[in-house]
């Protein structure tokens, strides 16, 4: 098992149509598949370059995730470290994660439109969000891009009020890009 630096240990899950869904760490070597998918999910301005996803991975690998059904890479998750109200830069070169980091940031959850459904969505948040707790990390936030906010909404987060440096940050991200957190109350 590749568990690329992560000490999470693959999830296996029945998949109602095939047999099994795999959740494994992250590597470099998945970032051709990270890509692919990227392209069936997203608009051209969300496009991220593979040293992007180089760089994310390099800063912090523990938190992101491949997902796939029978030995094809059908989703995966990318988070890692952030300090909460900071949006990182989309498709950066660097990234380091900051000292005052105290949340997690959920950059990317992707699954291919053919595995829609089938819950790799939600296995592959659930992973993300036990791992951070596992590490200490209570709130999670993101920004929901491409009218998303719904979906996230519907799996606990809400969104964060905005003021000009949130609103800044989220200039990048697109018209209608929405910060969402959520806080796991139980720990």
Sequence with gaps: MNTGGSSV???STTHPDDGSMRIRALSHSDLA???RIQRECY???FIESVDSFAAKLAANAEFSFLATRQNVAVGYAVAFPWA????PALNGLEYSIPPNADS???HDIAVVPTARGTGTARLLLDTVLSTARSKGYRRAFLVAVQGAAAYW???GFEPVPHDEKLARYLAAY???AVCMTSVDETG
């Design 174 to 176: 697109g018209e209608g």
């Design 104 to 106: 997690l940031y959920i």
């Design 43 to 45: 608009g051209h301005g």
């Design 33 to 35: 598949d990270v890509a």
């Design 153 to 155: 909404r519907r799996h």
């Design 84 to 87: 909460f109200g900071e949006i």
């Design 9 to 11: 240990a693959a999830t």
